[in-house]
């Protein structure tokens, strides 16, 4: 009888805190109403080894594609939330707009990858997993194939109907030219803490910038907090302010995702104003030391940031859709609304 009432009391605690925490070791991760780690469990059981094996492939051929992964999601989820926008035709940063900044540039190549795996999920599992919520695993799968961390991504997001102009976009992702101060107080406006910032920033291990994004520091005046070398090397790849070419985020490992992005901080060798003075400001300074020499304490609080980043503003329940093209909405498109069941769902979701 007690051990009975015991084993329903811990199985009632066990339901509760699946459906609001994540244990990382000691650390619990909050989750907000709408999402959970079960989400999909019944609707697509294999939905994350679907997308762990197409991207191992995927990666195999060429890593860089991870970082364009990233990236994708930190766009995504900055801006308006996490709710797939940016992957409209027709989105401010999103793919084959005159519109979209030229300094956004995300690659064309991860939309593809993206429209991809949904296609391989859709075929399993019918249309049931978000556009959304691809993003987000695929950002995960980046992450740990490239030899980071692995984290269990809260899961039940919606996809938006609505378009984030270029003024929200621009308003919501600060330029590479940013201090300290600003990248803290517009990531403040997201909850998110100095802790969150500089581990955030630490996506910066892998991938690629282009010289447009921070030749700033270079022509006309030399930035005084960067390494000369480091310097002359990156004059030689941008030879005028305006080239076209791109250099590595992080010169010590490239395509690993480790913590040797905060050792070239210590080294004066960030590629960007908003990394390097990081480790300029005496508030943030301490948190890039204590990531370069603590690689397991980076990866805590990146996994924790991320899981965070990965639910701003999120769409659940019956808002927004579950798109059967990532690129378009449903209502724009006349495949979905010809689909009968599925389609009038499409439409009166909207
Ligand atoms: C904190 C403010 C941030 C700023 C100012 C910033 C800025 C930039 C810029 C300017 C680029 C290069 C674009 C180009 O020249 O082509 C870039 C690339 C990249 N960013 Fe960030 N970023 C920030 C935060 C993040 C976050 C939160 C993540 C992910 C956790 C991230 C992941 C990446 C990755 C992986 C790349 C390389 C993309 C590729 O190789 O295609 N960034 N970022
Ligand atoms: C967008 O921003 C620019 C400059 O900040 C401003 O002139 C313009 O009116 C804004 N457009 C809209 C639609 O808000
Ligand atoms: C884009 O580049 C322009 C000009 O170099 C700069 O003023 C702006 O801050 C940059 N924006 C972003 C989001 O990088
Ligand atoms: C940081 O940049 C802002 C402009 O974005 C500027 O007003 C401020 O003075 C800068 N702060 C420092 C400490 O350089
Ligand atoms: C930040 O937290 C406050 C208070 O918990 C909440 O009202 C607000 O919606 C949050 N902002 C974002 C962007 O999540
Ligand atoms: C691109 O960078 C390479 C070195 O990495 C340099 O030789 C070449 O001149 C650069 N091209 C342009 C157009 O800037
Ligand atoms: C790049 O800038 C140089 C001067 O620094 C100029 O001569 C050249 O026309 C520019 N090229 C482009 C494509 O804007
Ligand atoms: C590194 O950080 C982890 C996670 O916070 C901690 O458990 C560990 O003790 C730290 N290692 C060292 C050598 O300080
Ligand atoms: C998705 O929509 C885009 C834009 O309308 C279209 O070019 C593409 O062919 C569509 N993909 C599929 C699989 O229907």
């Not at 910038?209 to 930035?223: A, I, K, N, V, W």
């Not at 395509?255 to 992005?261: A, G, I, L, P, S």
Request: include cysteine; proline fraction near 5%; charged fraction near 15%.
């Amino acid at each position: 009888m007690a051990s009975s009432s015991s084993s329903l009391i811990y199985m009632i605690f066990f339901l509760l805190c699946n459906s609001c925490s994540y244990f990382d070791g000691a650390r619990a991760q909050i989750v907000l109403p709408g999402l959970s780690w079960t989400y999909y469990d019944v609707s697509c059981p294999n939905l994350e080894s679907i997308i762990t094996e197409q991207l191992k492939k995927v990666f195999k051929n060429d890593i860089g594609q991870a970082a364009g992964l990233l990236r994708l999601h930190f766009h995504d989820c900055f801006v308006q939330g996490c709710d797939g926008s940016v992957l409209l035709d027709g989105s401010a940063s999103g793919p084959g707009e005159q519109a979209a900044p030229p300094n956004l540039s995300l690659r064309a190549e991860a939309f593809k990858i993206i429209n991809d795996l949904r296609r391989r999920v859709h075929d399993k599992c019918g249309r049931v997993v978000s556009c959304s919520d691809i993003v987000a695993l695929a950002a995960r799968d980046a992450v740990y194939l490239s030899g980071g961390p692995n984290y269990a991504v809260p899961l039940g997001r919606r996809d938006g109907l609505t378009f984030a102009t270029v003024n929200v976009t621009l308003a919501n992702l600060p330029p590479p030219s940013s201090n300290t101060s600003a990248l803290l107080t517009s990531l403040a406006s997201k909850n998110f803490t100095a802790t969150d910032v500089v581990a955030l920033s630490g996506g910066h291990t892998i991938g690629l910038g282009h010289c447009t994004s921070f030749t700033g520091r270079l022509y006309p005046t030399q930035d005084p907090t960067m390494d000369k070398t480091f310097a002359n090397n990156l004059k030689a790849t941008c030879p005028t302010a305006n080239s076209t070419n791109t250099t590595v985020l992080d010169i010590r490992s490239p395509d690993k995702f480790d913590n040797k992005y905060y050792v070239d901080l210590m080294n004066r060798q960030g590629l960007f104003t908003s990394d390097q003075d990081l480790y300029t400001d005496p508030r943030t300074r301490p948190i890039v030391t204590a990531f370069a020499v603590n690689q397991t304490l980076f990866f805590d609080e990146f996994v924790t940031a991320m899981i965070k980043m990965s639910q701003l503003s999120v769409l659940t329940g019956s808002a927004g859709e579950v798109r059967a093209n990532c690129s378009v909405r449903n209502s724009d498109s006349l495949l979905v609304s010809s689909v009968g069941g599925e389609g009038k769902k499409a439409l009166s979701d909207f």
